[in-house]
């Protein structure tokens, strides 16, 4: 799975089975991060809600991944300052935090 991003949007795209889930940056409620122990790897998620509370979740295991951390400030303004730190040194076990709601 592929991690695209541009001005209007945020996609992960599965080449294999034909999908392409999306989701417009105007429809962002929230965004979390958390890590989870898979047991060979630990795998560090970022979750995009919508206010109805579906989501889009994409993981550092997803190609793109730090094109995304890289370039989400300039399509939603993150609320919490040191995140991508704070995301490097969270723990599977801390439950990870909110890094973005909107107002």
């Keep these: 799975m592929k991690i695209l991003i541009n001005d209007e949007r ?7 089975a034909g999908r392409d889930i999306w989701m417009k940056w105007d429809d962002v409620y929230a965004i979390h991060y958390y890590k989870l122990d898979c047991i060979t790897e630990i795998i560090t998620c970022l979750e995009f809600d919508y206010e109805n509370g579906e989501y889009l979740e994409v993981n550092s295991t997803n190609e793109g991944w ?3 951390i890289q370039h989400l400030h300039k399509h939603i303004s993150i609320q919490q300052e040191n995140w991508r730190l704070n995301m490097l040194n969270c723990q599977p076990d801390d439950g ?4 973005y709601r909107k107002m």
């Design 10 to 16: 945020l996609s992960l795209v599965d080449n294999e």
């Design 66 to 68: 730090e094109d995304l």
């Design 96 to 99: 990870g935090d909110t890094i």
